[in-house]
């Protein structure tokens, strides 16, 4: 296996979206379609969707009220932006104490 596909594997399993649509969402207008993000990745609108659903769980994206459109955080233009602000707010007051985790039973 060569370097390039090593690190490719190493994203993949660490998120939960697939390299190509974490490249795809750089070329995303900051309103789209999932029509846009299926033909950017040429994959299915269904599975474009899919992938939609998960970015709004995780809060890449909104979804525009009363349309099939979505919008990209204003602060969020390509995913390591995205990322970038999760360590920040989440992963390194979760290191250093500041977040908590809640115990649920």
Not at 6 to 23: D, G, N, Q, R
Not at 54 to 72: A, D, F, G, N, S
Request: net charge positive; glycine share 2%.
């Amino acid at each position: 296996m060569s370097k390039e596909n090593a690190l490719v594997t190493i994203v993949e399993k660490t998120f939960s979206l697939p390299a190509k649509v974490i490249v795809a969402y750089a070329h995303l207008d900051p309103v789209f379609t999932s029509g846009d993000l299926a033909r950017i990745c040429d994959i299915s609108r269904s599975s474009a969707k899919f992938y939609l659903n998960k970015m709004v769980e995780l809060r890449m994206i909104t979804k525009v009220p009363h349309k099939r459109r979505y919008q990209k955080y204003a602060n969020a233009n390509i995913f390591s932006d995205w990322l970038k602000d999760v360590l920040k707010l989440a992963v390194i007051p979760l290191e250093t104490g500041a977040l908590k985790i809640s115990e649920e039973e």
